[in-house]
């Protein structure tokens, strides 16, 4: 499932890509400058999108790097404009990319560093889901809910994706 | 990961129990009637409060009960009062309770209905990763969001909850 974990987040990534396209061209058509999401918060003492946005593809790179016993690239958390948030989605996803089900082999047994808590570990199972997988989503969630707060035209179907369905 | 996707549901569900707790300290305590909560939307075509309490628990029983073949309670939803979201939570909580590792043999080669697509279903394994999880945890994520945007002081250990750290 650690695999599954990261193709997951990619997907989602992928969703999350989508929906930042989305807003650029809801400002595009309404006439203002799309960089002005990146300073919109939910309450004022939540971080703004831009915030949520790297916090997210921190979390998924780190996840997929801590698991694996790679090293995560490092990004300067410097955007200023959406199209750069929507390129820091891409790159993100472009490293899970590289990622394979063998890169996983084992790693129940391994201990993942936490940067916030130094000297710390936590297993590999909890981890992943107790820490990573929430984590994720919750940002992900902000950074719709934002948007969607910013009149972009956003539904369940754009966090989700396409599901796989088959007969009953 | 069925089992234990089943037990951190649980966990999460506590984490919100006690962040609905905490508004409805806050609401006693600035002298406003809690209830008002419940009607609260992050923007005009989102679902309320009371909603999104009742989305995700939803989710939690049909995801244990989908997953393990048994059928879950149904709820009538019906809630006007922030006291009795609490106990929808504890009553979900407690039916999650009830299942053991064992329920969840053989689950990866389940199909599990969606009611939204009738005689369409998911693979288990598409089931808990593509839609459950991430549904899950949209909800409560707008929960909680909601009720920041609302005053009550949250911060993300509330969400995440008490994480098992080992040493290094």
């Known amino acids: 499932m650690y695999f599954e974990t990261i193709q ?3 997907k989602v990534l992928g969703n999350l890509e989508a929906i930042l ?5 809801h400002a595009d058509r309404r006439g203002f400058d799309a960089n002005n999401f990146l300073g919109m918060r939910l309450t004022p003492d939540m ?3 831009v915030r949520q946005i790297q916090i997210a593809t921190d979390t998924a790179k780190a996840t997929a790097a801590g698991l694996a016993g790679k090293e995560a690239p490092l990004y300067e958390d410097n955007e200023t404009t959406l199209t ?3 390129e820091r989605v891409r ?3 472009a490293f899970l990319q590289g990622f394979k089900a063998n890169d996983f082999a084992g790693v129940e047994a391994r201990k993942v560093k936490v940067p916030s808590t130094p000297g710390k570990a936590m297993r ?8 990573a997988v929430p984590n994720f989503y919750f940002h992900v969630t902000t950074a719709y809910a934002l948007l969607r707060q910013g009149g ?5 179907k754009d966090f989700l994706g396409d599901l ?3 007969d009953l």
Do not use: C, E, N
């Not at 972009?152 to 369940?156: A, P």
């Open 84 to 86: 750069q948030l929507i």
């Open 164 to 166: 796989p369905m088959i």
């Open 21 to 25: 396209v989305k807003a650029k061209h």
């Open 152 to 156: 972009v035209d956003l539904g369940k």
């Open 124 to 131: 590999a199972p909890d981890y992943v889901m107790q820490r």
């Open 8 to 10: 997951q987040f990619q």
């Open 91 to 93: 790159s993100t996803r």
């Open 47 to 49: 971080f703004p999108l």
